[in-house]
């Protein structure tokens, strides 16, 4: 690459891309150089809205074919907020272009795709990694110093999580996770990827040894199509003993909350996908005590909040600049790393799992050893 920085293009005008620009602009390390929609007129667009907050002082160039961003010698990284329905298509054309590959989740539509995909990255010597923010903040590494420390937490026995917003009637006409067509995976691929994330990350990245599934509740697209997922849960059940349970949602009030508890206490955080503040992030740990006094039986409670603080980042959005930093210093390393595509497709595994579940009845679907 004959830039210092890494320069990236922007596959889709989604809406999330535009936190992405803003990351990208607010990392130090990489650079927007072009932006691709199938009409360059959106593309303009989208630029000028972007560059107007968070400017570059190279205005990135709109482009009207996904194909001319693909091809782009100026583009050494591509961020892919297309729909999860055509996305594996522009990330084989991505790698083979030797562009790395920053994908929104859910990565794909079933496990085999993604394999095939993360295959095509490794073949053409590209990074892959899904944009799970939350990954990449602080935060997480000091919570795993207090679940590995054993004395806090203990050994966790039971994962509980949960990520859901009430949609309105617009949403069912306008929003691409409404369409069974775009995003066949509905809630569970927008929010439950998240939930089930957290929970491989609390295990350490053990696979559960079984799951199971349900939709709760799913609607008929305006247009026509497969039903839309918008209420699942799930569980999952550990060789170790530990479990985990998961609710996600288009339906319910917004919540973005996980709670662990271990054989000596609790962790709890109530906003692990979107911190509430961009780089002021806590979370909490606790036990109880019971107690006799003479007839009287109590509880006493034992809670530390811990507050962290992402340094370097005094804007909102600490964790998807972080998210962006790391990749471009992973890639302008020279050394790819297999960790990212691998816990892409565990969540990949364990989420098509739970949804086979849910389509058989309920029945239990195994993927590991007893």
């Known amino acids: ?149 054993r004395k806090t937490i203990g050994r966790a026995r039971r994962i509980s999580s949960a990520f859901q917003f009430d949609s309105d009637k617009k949403f069912y006409t306008t929003n691409i996770r409404a369409n069974s067509q775009l995003e066949p995976l509905g809630c569970l691929g927008d929010q439950g990827w998240y939930c089930i994330r957290i929970a491989l990350w609390a295990m350490n990245w053990e696979l559960p040894a079984r799951v199971s599934g349900r939709i709760l509740s799913q609607v008929n697209p305006p247009a026509g199509g497969t039903p839309v997922i918008t209420e699942f849960s799930g569980e999952l059940f550990f060789q170790n003993g530990a479990s985990s349970d998961f609710y996600c949602s288009f339906v319910t009030a917004l919540e973005q909350r996980v709670n662990l508890i271990g054989t000596k206490g609790w962790l709890s955080m109530n906003d692990f996908v979107l911190p509430f503040q961009g780089n002021h992030l806590a979370f909490e740990t606790g036990r109880m005590e019971f107690h006799f006094k003479g007839t009287e039986a109590y509880m006493q409670p034992h809670l530390k909040r811990w507050l962290v603080r992402e340094p370097g980042n005094s804007r909102r959005g600490a964790q998807e600049v972080n998210m962006v930093k790391n990749f471009a210093n992973q890639v302008q390393s020279g050394r790819l790393i297999k960790f990212w595509p691998e816990v892409a497709l565990k969540t990949q595994q364990v989420l098509e799992a739970c949804l086979e579940s849910a389509r058989r009845e309920e029945k239990m679907v195994i993927l590991g050893k007893e």
């Open 1 to 149: 690459m004959k830039s210092t920085k890494l320069r990236w293009g922007i596959l889709g005008t989604a809406q999330i891309a535009r936190k992405i620009w803003q990351a990208i602009q607010l990392s130090g390390n990489s650079t927007v150089t072009a932006v691709a929609s199938r009409d360059v007129a959106r593309s303009r667009k989208f630029i000028a809205e972007c560059q107007a907050p968070a400017p570059f002082p190279q205005i990135p160039r709109a482009l009207g074919k996904y194909e001319d961003l693909i091809a782009a010698p100026d583009v050494d990284a591509i961020y892919l907020p297309l729909p999860t329905g055509i996305r594996k298509e522009w990330v084989l054309r991505a790698a083979a272009a030797g562009k790395h590959v920053l994908c929104e989740k859910p990565c794909a539509v079933t496990s085999a795709d993604l394999l095939e995909m993360i295959e095509a990255c490794r073949r053409n010597h590209v990074q892959f990694m899904d944009g799970v923010m939350f990954m990449h903040t602080k935060r997480l590494g000091r919570m795993r110093a207090v679940l590995d420390d």
